[in-house]
Each structure stands twice: as structure tokens, then as C-alpha cells.
């Protein structure tokens, strides 16, 4: 896996929307935040663009998007909200002038679209807290972007759970969005989990459509070979008036059962307000042990 260049102060970085509608006023914060890092803040054109639930048309955000993939003097580029639309345009983006000079994607949720397609092309990128998210991040969570995007060497420390399955593991870091994920089944965008860490999380789902996903992704041999799997935040899930009869937990348990690998929980990612930034692509050891979880990138 190729690792971009890490930022210098100076540089500029992008702020674009590929998928839901966002306006100036809910990216201030960050392009504050940047300046006080001693970087320069570049507004895509989709930022205060709508087009229904979208910022901009399909054209608008793929436009955008390419023009800062493509700008040798843009050196990041952070997605500004999740919500729903990359896959809407990732078979038209021209990777191709971004693999030869590659820059740091920074993201989560919806972007775990970029991430996993990425991924694929053999470049590591950010899953972190957007721009969107940097008025409610804790200081941790946003302090890791900045320390991953200058090249600041981190690890992270995790109280355990009792649900964990203890182990220690090495693999390549892969992952996000449970939702996203799934829906990456079968098409150029999924990923080959083959001695890989798995990470997921998900927001406002159905405790019986998480046990769908998991199923599906089971299905398509994503634990067949897998290292290890991390687990963020599952926030604000479902349930029917009949009860499905598991909570979140028990249900990737209940998947993972047959398997020989660790299994974190509660781990600092996804839609929680303590969302650590995560290189993806990059290799990691996990240990998991009954009074500490240790994340370290080899």
C-alpha cells in the first residue's frame, strides 16, 4: 500500500461534498480549524450547492470531486458530510492523475465508498470526522486528524469489554460503514478481507437489518480469512414491536462464532463523538487482552 505525502503547514486542503447537501455556515468550524493548523482551507463548488437531498447534481459533485483529485497543489481532501451519494458517482471519477500523486481522502460513513474503492487502487486514506462533525468532536478525536495528517506517529488504548474475544493480530486496516459495506457486494468497490482487520460501525439501523448485513457479508467470505474484526460505534439502532431478540452485539457474536480471530468493542470509531481518525490500508497490530485493547501501526 502506497502512504500520501504528509501535509506541511502551508498547504492546501480541499473541502468538497460528494454526497448530501451541506451550506458554509456548517463547514466554518473547519476551515477555522485548519487555519489554525497553519493549512489553507479550499471550498469546493458543492459546498452550499442543493440539488434535492444532494450537494448538486451527480455532475456537480463528481466535477467537484475530480478537480481537487486532480490538483497537484491540493495535498488533502476532506469530505465535508456523509449522508447518502458517492456510489452515485464513483464509477465516473478518473482515479488515474491521483494514483500517479496521491492525497490524503478524509472521511467516514458514506465515504467508506472512497475508502473501500481506494483501497482497491493500493493507497491508503483517512477515516476520520468531517468537517460537519468538528463542533461536536471530542478534542481527542479531532486532535488524531491533525496528528495523522502531519505524520505524527499515534496509537490508541481502549478500555475492554466483556463481549471481546481475546487475541493479538496483524493485518492490513479495512473497512467503515456496515451499511456501506454490504452494499459494496459484487461490484469493483468490494474488498478482499483476506488476513485484513475489519472495522465497522452503523448509525439508525434495525437490529434485524444488521444481522442481514452481517449475513451477507458471511456469504461473500468477508470472515472466512479475516485477522481481526473492530467494532466502533453501533448508535441509535432499532427494533421492531417483536423484538428481534439480540442486541447489536450478540448478533455479530452470534455471526463470528465459528471463527479463530479477536473481536473488539467499543472501539473510538464511527458516528459517536469520539471518533479516532484511522489510516485505512495501513498495517496494524491489534492486541486484545482482558485489561486493555492496544491499536499500534507497524
Not at 472466512?224 to 467494532?231: E, N, P, Q
Not at 469520539?274 to 491489534?286: F, H, K, S
Amino acid at each position: 500500500m502506497f502512504t500520501p505525502d504528509f501535509v506541511t503547514p502551508g498547504d492546501k486542503i480541499a473541502i468538497v461534498s460528494t454526497a448530501r447537501k451541506i451550506d458554509f455556515k456548517e463547514v466554518q468550524a473547519a476551515t477555522d480549524l485548519l487555519k489554525q493548523w497553519g493549512l489553507q482551507p479550499v471550498i469546493g463548488s458543492t459546498i452550499g450547492l442543493a440539488y434535492n437531498q444532494f450537494a448538486g447534481s451527480d455532475e456537480d459533485r463528481r466535477s467537484d470531486f475530480q478537480q481537487m483529485l486532480d490538483d497537484k497543489e491540493i495535498k488533502a481532501i476532506w469530505c465535508a458530510r456523509g449522508g447518502y451519494g458517492t456510489v452515485r458517482i464513483i464509477d465516473a471519477i478518473d482515479f488515474s492523475s491521483f494514483c500517479v500523486s496521491p492525497k490524503w481522502i478524509i472521511g467516514y460513513s458514506d465515504v467508506t465508498i472512497l475508502h473501500a474503492h481506494i483501497h482497491n487502487l493500493g493507497i491508503n486514506t483517512l477515516h476520520a470526522p468531517m468537517p460537519i462533525d468538528v463542533h461536536k468532536g471530542t478534542k481527542t478525536s479531532i486532535q488524531s486528524i491533525r496528528d495523522t495528517i502531519f505524520g505524527k506517529s499515534i496509537s490508541y488504548s481502549v478500555s475492554p469489554s466483556k463481549r471481546n474475544i481475546l487475541g493479538t493480530c496483524t493485518g492490513q486496516l479495512i473497512g467503515g460503514n456496515l451499511s456501506i459495506l454490504y452494499s459494496l457486494c459484487g461490484s469493483s468497490s468490494s474488498l478482499d478481507t483476506s488476513g485484513k482487520i475489519l472495522c465497522i460501525e452503523d448509525l439508525d439501523e434495525y437490529l434485524y437489518h444488521i444481522d442481514r448485513m452481517l449475513q451477507n457479508l458471511k456469504r461473500n467470505g468477508y470472515f472466512d480469512k479475516l485477522s481481526g474484526l473492530i467494532v466502533g460505534g453501533m448508535t441509535k439502532m432499532h427494533d421492531n414491536n417483536i423484538p428481534f431478540g439480540k442486541k447489536s452485539k450478540k448478533i455479530i457474536l452470534d455471526i463470528v462464532k465459528e471463527y479463530d480471530f479477536p473481536v473488539v468493542f467499543n472501539f473510538p470509531m464511527g458516528h459517536i463523538e469520539d471518533n479516532r481518525a484511522l489510516i485505512m490500508g495501513a498495517e496494524v497490530l491489534l492486541s486484545v487482552n482482558s485489561d486493555e485493547v492496544k491499536f499500534e501501526y507497524i
